[in-house]
């Protein structure tokens, strides 16, 4: 009794489609409109085919069409909302034509639900088989992009390619370039987080031993704040900001303050904050050459080698603060919270071990630089 009757449902249905969900209302041609034909026609011819027998809900050739429609609305920059829409439409009209067949034909309402119940456990079948070719294409379609992305990342750490490539390149990942940006040193763990934290601006790629962000660099203080807040808890080294050409530098500088800063065991951050290259930029330079500067270290504080450690520490504090405040005596006493006359006692100890080496302004450049890089000494009291 209904067979014959689905070339004008088909019809019915696709005009309901049309007048009720928006996204559809246009003339269905070309292979939009073949396909939504195709998909009502399968839906009802298959359905019909299923009475009396015991086979799965969709055949394979079925759940492709209804996999590719799925598929089709991502490709249409769509969500599922219009497509499921369109099932509903389709059911309504559907039962109403085949509830009208079986009541013309003198069925009971036993059995006018039983299709009721079986029409709405098919066009379940059918969504679900939609809903996971959106997810597949969504989830092609992000790892494309992904792969993308981590291309013009490697393009650009590289340091070898012109801007035209660049562009070329980011265009094809769906990322504009900043203008500046920061390269951001993460642990390997931090890839996957990093990258939903920080958003589509960034880029961020995983690699064998640590991750790396791209992100555009601050502009304001409400811009780093913003940055910190998705860096935050992650162990993140931020660089300074560079074009995009120089953004190999700043991942450099990131690489060397990590190496120099945060040695293991002994961070030199706050919790959960992450660490800004350009705030410790006399730090790295300082700490780039251990050795160098060891060496240096003994050379210069040799005088202060047989003075015993508190007196030692005493004399340390009171030279930094001397070569800082320029021999000043009372901005020395207010840092070091000493009396004048008692900076005046230390310096005239310091010239007695020192000599003349005091007025030589490359001794007292040298002597601030190994002196600031040391740790601060224990309160000497």
Known sequence: MIRPTLPD????????????????????????????????????????????????????EA???????????VRQGRTLDSLLAAYRVGTRV??????EAAMRAGYDATVIVALSESVLAYIEEVSSASAQGFAFEQSERAGETDRRRVEVLELILRGQADEVAVQQAAAAAGWAVPATMVAVLLPPE??????LALGPRAIVAAREADAVALAPAPGSGRDRRALEIALHDRGAVVGPPRDWSRV???????????????????????PGDPLWVQDHLTDIVLGAEAGALADLGARRL??????????????????????RHWGQRAPVADELGIHPQTV???VAQLRELFGDDLEDPQVRFELELVLRARPAPADPG
Do not use: C, H, M, N
Request: proline share 7%.
């Open 9 to 60: 449902l088909v019809e019915e249905i696709i005009r309901a489609i049309r007048e009720g969900v928006p996204a559809y209302a246009r003339p269905f041609e070309g292979r939009f409109g073949q396909a939504v034909r195709r998909g009502t026609e399968v839906a009802l011819s298959s359905f019909l085919g299923l009475v009396g027998t015991s086979r799965p809900p969709l055949t394979d």
């Open 63 to 73: 759940r492709d069409v209804y996999t590719t429609l799925g598929r089709g609305e």
């Open 94 to 99: 559907t039962l109403r034509r085949f509830s």
């Open 190 to 195: 931090e890839a996957a987080g990093g990258r």
């Open 248 to 270: 190999p530098e700043s991942l450099r500088l990131a690489v060397s303050a990590s190496a120099v800063l945060l040695p293991e065991g002994a961070p030199v951050r706050r």
């Open 302 to 323: 040799a005088p202060f080698s047989t003075l015993r450690p508190g007196a030692r520490a005493k004399l340390e504090q009171t030279l930094l603060a001397w070569l």
């Open 344 to 346: 005046g006692y230390r």
